[in-house]
């Protein structure tokens, strides 16, 4: 069901919305340290209430708008909620206002639901201005949505290629004529591929098997058609990317999906983005166990690389970081640090970092969902909690912008 920003306020049933207080950071400002611009201006948004635990999952801007999707998932605070309902929101950039809510009831009734768990791994907007989202109901076990703008459930299907735990990672939208996308992850142990066009219908789907444990956990798409994947090969076994040590692996693919290039090198986790001059730049971690050591490559055209750069070295610490091009080739990369804050950096092409910054504004960020930017802003969407006077913490949406005038 769809509601605008009034009606969502004067609505009595509302369960998975009400709009707090916005969180002001001009302290968190004193923490910024100017190197070369800093950010002009900065705001946060905290989007929840105390009666419900508000998960931020998902970010993706809109296309030929000025607003950002926000997906996730709402659950009582004491912890019970219903079964495979999720959100999406529809927010405003420049101020952060909520332009539309739209609540999506999946059909999910199996009673093996925990309903807590309901997790949007990604999403998008399809060229007739759908959703296409993957959801799991259950631990490895994703489907892919479709939905139209008023929430109505137009596909549902089970990623189910092999046997074993399905993981989707990300959905792709490819620069081709028929609009299509690439779900990449894992098949039971193996890197997964599967292309599918705008009503989620199936394509073609691959699976690669190198003998190891594989994960595709990032992609980006080529103009030249195709994309370039970027993957974990060689951790232990599926669940230890998160601790263990594995090897990034660069791949490029054409719309087929027939390997072009591939290169390897040490390293985990990893986020991936597009650069002017067919460049691309890579965040990955060079750290072992819970230790983080966060390093920036950046790769020409023909899938060299140019330099690598040390960004930041964190101690007991296992957020994601994520990364962001800008319009002038430089980037941002965003984390959470060990003591809960959310940290930021801006990077010149040269690989110089050019300012940092780190804030709370008085609640701890959780991790990183999402970073996108656009017109120079960077905006990062976090789920921030904290303690409630029934000593239990609660879970908002939190998004921040840094804007550049």
């Known amino acids: 069901m769809e509601r605008n920003v009034d009606q969502v306020r004067t609505h009595a049933t509302v369960r998975y919305l009400s709009i707090a207080a916005c969180l002001v950071l001009a ?19 905290s989007y929840g209430s105390d009666q419900m635990m508000h998960h931020a999952q998902a970010l993706t801007p809109v296309p030929r708008t000025n607003t950002l999707l926000v997906a996730g998932t709402s659950s009582l605070a004491g912890g019970s909620g219903e079964q495979g309902a999720f959100w999406i929101w529809e927010i405003r950039r420049g101020t952060g206002e909520l332009v539309r809510e739209v609540t999506i009831d999946s059909g999910e009734k199996d009673q093996r639901i925990i309903p807590t768990y309901t997790y949007i791994k990604s999403v998008t907007v399809t060229a007739d201005n759908n959703f296409l989202l993957v959801a799991e109901f259950r631990k490895g076990d994703p489907s892919l949505l479709l939905i139209d703008a008023q929430g109505k459930l137009l596909m549902k299907r089970a990623l189910d290629h092999a046997p074993g735990d399905q993981v989707i ?59 370039l994947l970027l993957g974990n090969v060689g951790a232990y076994d599926a669940s230890s990317f998160s601790l263990g040590k594995s090897d990034i692996w660069l791949v490029e693919i054409d719309l087929t999906g027939k390997v072009k290039s591939e290169e390897v090198f040490a390293g985990r986790h990893g ?8 460049h691309h730049a890579v965040l990955y971690d060079r750290g072992k166990s819970s230790t983080q050591d966060i390093w920036l ?66 609640n701890k960020s959780w991790d990183t969902h999402g970073l996108v930017s656009s017109d120079g802003n960077a905006f990062v969407l976090t789920s921030v909690y904290s303690e409630r006077s029934d000593r239990k913490v609660n879970f908002k949406v939190g998004l921040i912008n840094l804007a550049q005038e």
């Open 27 to 45: 302290q968190a400002l004193n923490h910024a340290l100017a190197v070369a611009q800093v950010p002009s201006s900065v705001w946060v948004r």
């Open 297 to 362: 490559s950046l790769f020409d055209g023909a899938r060299q690389k140019l330099w690598d750069r040390a960004v930041v070295s964190l101690d007991h610490n296992l957020s994601r970081f994520r990364i962001a091009a800008l319009p002038d080739g430089e980037v941002v990369v965003a984390g959470v640090t060990a003591s809960r804050e959310i940290w930021l950096a801006r990077i010149s092409q040269e690989g110089e970092r050019l300012w940092e910054y780190a804030g709370d504004a008085g």
């Open 271 to 278: 986020s991936i983005v597009a650069l002017p001059q067919g």
């Open 169 to 227: 990672s990300k959905i792709i939208p490819l620069d081709d004529a028929n609009k299509s996308f690439l779900l990449v992850g894992r098949a039971a142990d193996n890197a997964f591929v599967e292309r599918v066009d705008r009503a989620g219908n199936t394509i073609w789907h691959k699976i690669f098997d190198l003998g190891q444990v594989e994960l595709f956990v990032d992609g980006v798409s080529l103009d030249e058609g195709g994309a």
